[in-house]
């Protein structure tokens, strides 16, 4: 290998073809074909990424975090009657998981029974759960 055949990895070396100027009338591109045609470079290659990519549907959160869901009959199972419920304490009895190494958002659904009061802290809760939570003697 000697200098004059290494080549620039740099695109600005390339010529730039089919602008008119001092090439003449097909600037070097031929006279017919698919690449003497204007606009025959091909589609630009993040258009492809972007068509692949799939539509996403449906409700998605304002914040883009889904919340961690806990049923009222899994508080149930996993608590004593007068226990705090946070998602520090949901972490520790299994019913959610870290996310990232951050705790997430924790939603309390009113699946099930209820019959412990419970203290409720740093958790949205759904309509049909505070009723359940409240009959029960629970607090937020």
Same mark, same amino acid.
């Given at each position: ?35 003497a ?14 068509k ?9 959160t ?6 961690a /869901? /806990?049923?009222?009959?899994?508080l ?7 226990d705090?419920?946070?998602?520090e ?35 949205? /809760?759904s309509?049909t ?12």
């Open positions: 290998m000697q200098l004059h055949d290494l080549k620039s990895k740099d695109k600005k070396d390339k010529k730039r073809v089919g602008r008119g100027g001092a090439r003449g009338t097909y600037c070097g591109r031929g006279v017919k074909g698919q690449k045609r204007a606009g025959s470079g091909g589609e630009p290659i993040i258009r492809r990424f972007i692949r990519y799939p539509k996403l549907r449906g409700y998605r304002k914040d883009g975090k889904k919340s /869901v /806990v049923n009222v009959v899994n149930e199972n996993a608590f004593d009657d007068g705090e419920v946070t998602p304490s949901l972490v520790r009895k299994g019913l959610i998981r870290r996310r990232d190494g951050k705790l997430p958002p924790v939603k309390i659904l009113g699946e099930g029974k209820l019959e412990k009061s419970l203290t409720i802290k740093n958790c949205k /809760v309509k759960a505070k009723e359940k939570i409240k009959k029960a003697g629970g607090d937020f």
